[in-house]
């Protein structure tokens, strides 16, 4: 059976045709549907949100997401390294930097306040799920080139400005909560995710259409991970 009448085509060239402003980016995005719902709209994002979160969930969440700050650095530096000209490679330098300071400083002031010792979340054992994708970011990284290492980035940071805006508005009452809603909204993080959006859809359409559909489902095998990383937060 091929694709529903309303589905989003599989090639891009396909659900380009009649349309100016299309965005390879977006096709990516609706591809990945419904994951991409499932994922920001998940009740872990509702839970914050209003600040009903169970404080065991949110820790154990933080405690293995924290692992995906040094993955998020070193999948940055590898882009850096396979970015086609120096605009890319100092954008990319400056979003390293973030990695590695503001971001890096949220989390051991949280785990600080959440009574974590810092043994816990320096090495935390990694979930099953943590140790699958962080595995399959860094075979992404490795195995592919520029846009392939992007595609993990972009689906991953995305789905994170999504919720944040989702939830923007309601202000849960503890701080560490509410920050980091912060984080995932102020300007330079959504700066960052449109660059991204930008970079897929200038180099996406050039590819050929293997590494078209070899993009595609990267991204959306990423934000299928995103969800089941939400899940794994509930299961003690």
Excluded: K
């Amino acid at each position: 059976m091929g694709d529903e009448p309303d589905a989003t085509p599989a090639r891009f060239e396909e659900y380009a045709d009649g349309r100016g402003d299309a965005r390879f980016s977006e096709w990516l995005r609706e591809r990945s549907e419904p994951a991409w719902t499932e994922a920001t709209r998940h009740r872990f994002v509702a839970e914050l949100g209003d600040d009903t979160l169970d404080e065991a969930v949110f820790r154990r969440y933080l405690v293995q997401d924290y692992a995906f700050l040094e993955l998020g650095a070193r999948t940055t530096a590898l882009a850096v390294a396979q970015a086609p000209s120096m605009d890319e490679m100092r954008r990319l330098s400056e979003q390293l930097s973030v990695l590695t300071g503001s971001e890096n400083d949220y989390f051991e002031r949280a785990f600080a306040e959440l009574g974590v010792p810092e043994a816990e979340w320096r090495e935390p054992p990694l979930e099953p799920t943590t140790r699958a994708f962080t595995d399959f970011v860094l075979r992404a990284a490795h195995e592919g080139g520029y846009e392939e290492t992007l595609s993990t980035t972009l689906a991953a940071e995305w789905v994170y400005l999504d919720w944040a805006r989702h939830v923007a508005d309601r202000g849960p009452e503890r701080w560490y909560l509410d920050e980091w809603i912060e984080i995932h909204t102020v300007e330079e993080f959504e700066a960052y995710v449109e660059w991204l959006r930008e970079q897929f859809d200038t180099y996406g359409p050039e590819l050929s259409a293997r590494r078209q559909r070899r993009v595609a489902e990267l991204f959306s095998r990423t934000v299928d991970l995103e969800v089941a990383f939400f899940d794994m937060a509930y299961e003690s």
